[in-house]
């Protein structure tokens, strides 16, 4: 079968770095991606890695590793507006894109 | 304004009724996804679309049906025989073209079966 797996919660202070990992086992695999979901709302896009190495955004980088089967969502100067839910997902082939359960962020003052 | 449309955003339904999820979008992308997320848990893949007139199953397809018939809508029917069908509904898209991985999602719509 295919999983995606990532911790479930992770708190971190703010001001701190926090880095969220994900592994992954899948059929097919085309690129790594990163989403942010706060409570209630839409998963917005982060970041997408389909080659080795690191993607830097602003506060937000993400890094793959394909021969490991492994990427990281690494956050910097955590604010608490980044308390959210943050979700990777794989494009196995084609369309189809399947995602892991979820990482729950807390950031703490 | 460019983007996607669900609706309704809300739905309560009765054990036994078929009901259909709208979603709409203007942002002329070709492929179109139903994911659905129950609370404090990741999107599983109901079913997708890379071009009209055609669409695929994805991981939990059972109790559910789809429709392709415009490139703007792909609605979504939670069947009767979806036995546990409470749970938040998202559609997303993805444009034909660029490699860049993002799935561009809708508000949502939740569904709770009383």
């Not at chain 2, 109790?63 to 979504?76: D, H, I, M, N």
């Amino acid at each position: 079968g295919q999983s995606l797996e990532q911790p479930s919660e992770v708190t971190a202070v703010e001001g701190a770095i926090v880095q969220i990992n994900c592994t992954y086992q899948t059929s097919g695999f085309y690129g790594l991606s990163w989403y942010q979901q706060h409570d209630g709302g839409a998963p917005t896009f982060l970041s997408y890695n389909a080659l080795d190495g690191l993607e830097e955004t602003g506060r937000f980088s993400s890094f793959l590793s394909r021969s490991d089967s492994y990427g990281y969502l690494l956050l910097q100067e955590l604010q608490m507006k980044d308390s959210a839910s943050y979700f990777c997902a794989v494009r196995t082939g084609g369309f189809k894109t399947i995602f892991g359960a979820g990482t729950r962020l807390f950031v703490k003052a | 304004d460019g983007g996607i449309t669900q609706s309704p955003k809300y739905l309560f339904r009765k054990e036994g009724q078929n009901v259909t999820l709208s979603c709409e979008q203007n942002l002329n992308h070709d492929a179109m996804y139903w994911y659905r997320q129950d609370p404090g848990q990741g999107l599983r893949l109901i079913y997708y679309s890379q071009i009209v007139n055609d669409f695929q199953k994805g991981d939990i397809a059972e109790g559910y049906s789809v429709s392709r018939e415009k490139k703007e809508s792909f609605p979504l029917t939670v069947t009767s025989a979806q036995k546990n069908p409470t749970a938040f509904y998202l559609c997303a898209t993805r444009p034909g073209t660029g490699n860049t991985g993002e799935l561009f999602f809708g508000e949502g719509s939740r569904l709770t079966v009383l």
